[in-house]
């Protein structure tokens, strides 16, 4: 499976980038690869299989400054899952534009929610929240961490925003914070990093 697309005016407002992505049938990794006004400067690695399940490659491909370097980062979403509750279980990859128009891609396994970026802070650096379920005392909650792109890679920001945050799934719309476990129990669900973090 192949999936391309260009940006125009990408870098700097002047030259175009593409980006392709090429998943084999008989292999569990895919190929990123960037161009730069049709020439490609980067080829990158991705562990898994981009959209090899029901001949879908991705499901979003957005682009902002994410990180507040003035560079524009790509953020792409593929669905990685399965039925039921296994349905919202996505492959998140963001591509972290450097100075030398090249990117740094960090990737994870989310149970993803849309608009998933937010600036906490006000400081023009978004933090990255992440969604899992996790299982406490027979019941199950949808458990939000913080990260920021720091060095070249996701740092927790959990503590600094009072995170995570643990909602009950219920079998309805459900947004409250649960009053079920204490706040310094929650603090135990922290994760240093999102579910099978890969950065190349």
Sequence with gaps: MHWTMTFPQFYDKKDDM?????TFGYKDSSEIRIFKNKKQIQKIIEPYAIGRVWSALLDSVCYADINGDSLVDLKIVCWNGGCGIASLN?????LFQQKDNTFKKVSYLDM???NAERDFDGDGKYEIITRS???????????????????????????????????QYLYRKNFEITDKITKEKMKTFSR???????IR
């Design 192 to 198: 240093t990093l999102p579910i099978d973090y890969d």
């Design 90 to 94: 996505m492959l998140v990859i963001y």
């Design 133 to 167: 379920l996790v299982s406490y005392q027979g019941h199950s909650y949808w458990t939000y961490n913080l990260y920021n792109y720091m060095d070249g890679k996701l740092v927790c920001a959990d503590d600094k925003f009072d995170y995570p945050i643990m909602i």
């Design 112 to 114: 993803t929610i849309e």
């Design 18 to 22: 593409t980006v392709e992505i090429t």
